[in-house]
Nanobody, 124 residues
């Protein structure tokens, strides 16, 4: 069973940058699509970005396109989310997850192995 642990969150000023990491243990995730999602209290978990098994395909939510970059290092069993030009509306708990079957997706209910999340707070 795979376990995912997110890290890298914190407080950042608007316009700043932050890099999140998602480390996997328990099994290799190199053959699995991965994704980043975020959630604010009282709202549903929101799709942020997804990446294919080999990293050759990436998809982003319109709200982060051009500012965020998802990547993965299968040799290190780690996925990343580079966040640039951060805005206060990016404030959320960020989660990583993996998809056991099929290709990439933007639907949170198709992912599993959710970590505990890492809080990102962007101040104006």
């Amino acid at each position: 069973q795979v376990q995912l642990v997110e890290s890298g969150g914190g407080l950042v000023q608007a316009g700043g940058s932050r890099r999140l990491s998602c480390a996997a243990s328990g099994r290799s995730f190199s053959m699995l699509p991965m994704g980043w999602f975020r959630q604010v209290p009282g709202e549903e978990r929101e799709f942020v970005a997804t990446i294919s098994r080999t990293g050759d395909r990436t998809t982003y939510a319109d709200s982060v396109k051009g500012r965020f970059t998802i990547s993965r290092d299968n040799a290190k069993n780690t996925m990343y989310l580079q966040m640039n030009s951060l805005k206060p509306e990016d404030t959320a708990v960020y989660y990583c997850a993996l998809k056991l079957y099929g290709l990439e997706s933007q639907k949170a209910n198709e992912f599993t192995g959710w970590g505990q999340g890492t809080q990102v707070t962007v101040s104006s």
